[in-house]
Each structure stands twice: as structure tokens, then as C-alpha cells.
């Protein structure tokens, strides 16, 4: 009864190694990396397989220490199983790695297509900036010497109409002026008029001053007796 706790135990352990070990492999196989994953996932397989071939050496062990023939070859049938179970795990767990290498690789190989891709779509797009760029860059050019043109012209209509203004504020400074000679003028004419109507009264006053002379000689004369 003491050696059957030990014994159940040890069935239990190495039952329980033995699934942990086919989920790891299973793991390994779907392992999508990268290889560091991978050698994480070996690790953890070959602690697995340690423990479950050091069981199967107590089981082993405690067949070989059993009284009864029949029990004893019975633990080693038993024993027996679990290697050839543990080897097959093993080339199950090589098939695994080698797949899973496989896999990596293809999608190494894949990523770097699809970098150089990337990086040929990059440079394609490069150029593109590029093109573009110097595109807007000329019609920047373009719209800069069209702008420059636009000032240009803008400076001699502003130069042009200056000169129209100083034009014309010399031409009304010289309308003032002959306004001011015309009224100048006009005075002068009106001021003339009013000496040759003078003159003309002091004339005929002159005159009528002359015969009224010559008219008393006459009449003292010729009419001494009036």
C-alpha cells in the first residue's frame, strides 16, 4: 500500500507531461515567430521531456522492484509504451520545428518582398513628390514673374497718372494765372473806358467852354451897343 501512492503518482505525472508535451508541440507547429518565440517554445519542450523521461525511469525503477513477475512485466509493457510514446513525441516535436522554421522563413522571405515592394513603391511615390513639386515650383515661378509684370505695369500707370496729375496742376496753376491776367485785363479795359468818357466830357465841355469864348468876342465886336 505504501509503494501504490507513489506509483499512481508517477502514472499521473507522466500522463500529464505527455499532453503538456503534444500542446507544446502543437504550439511549436502553429508558432507564427519569430525565432526567438520558437526557441522559447524548445525550451519549455525540453524541460517537459526531461521531466516526463526521468518518470518514466521511476516507473521504470519501481517495476524492476516489484515481487510479482506479473506485475513487474506488466510496469515494464507499461514502460515500454511510454517511451516509444516519448519518441514519437520527439519526432512529432522534430517535424514541428522543422515546419515551423519553413514557415518562418517563407515569411521572411514575404516581408522582405514586401519591403522591397515598399520601398519601390516609396521611390515611385519620391518621384513623384518630386515631379510634382517641381511642377508647382515652376508655376510658383510663373505666377511670381506674372505677379512681378503686374507691379511693373501697376508702377508706370502710378508713374503715368502722376505725371497726368502734375499735368494737370501745372495746366490749372496757368488758368489761374491767366484768370488773374484776364481779370487784370478786364480792370484795365474798364478803367480806359472810364478815362475816355472823362476825357470826352472834359472835350466837349473844352469845346462848349471855346465857342462860348469865341461867341462873347464876337458879340462884343460885332454887337458892341447889346
Known sequence: AA???????????????DLEIKAAVQDIRDCPGPLSALTELNAAVKEKFRHLRDRIQELEQMAKEQDKESE?????????????????????WRKANLACKIAIDNSEKDQLLQGRDILRQRKTTKESLAESASNITESL???????????????????TLANSSRTILEANEEFKSMSGTIQ?????????????LTDK????????????????ILKKRLFPFL
Open 184 to 196: 487784370l485785363g478786364r480792370k484795365l479795359i474798364t478803367k480806359y473806358n472810364r478815362r475816355e
Open 72 to 92: 513487474k512485466q506488466a510496469l515494464l509493457r507499461e514502460v515500454e509504451n511510454h517511451k516509444k510514446q516519448m519518441l514519437s513525441n520527439q519526432a512529432a
Open 141 to 159: 515661378m510663373g505666377i511670381s514673374r506674372m505677379m512681378s509684370q503686374q507691379v511693373q505695369q501697376s508702377e508706370e500707370t502710378v508713374q
Open 201 to 216: 466830357l472834359l472835350i466837349f465841355l473844352a469845346l462848349a467852354l471855346f465857342l462860348a469864348t469865341v461867341l462873347y
Open 3 to 17: 509503494a501504490a501512492v507513489p506509483l499512481r503518482v508517477c502514472h499521473q505525472e507522466i500522463v500529464k507531461f
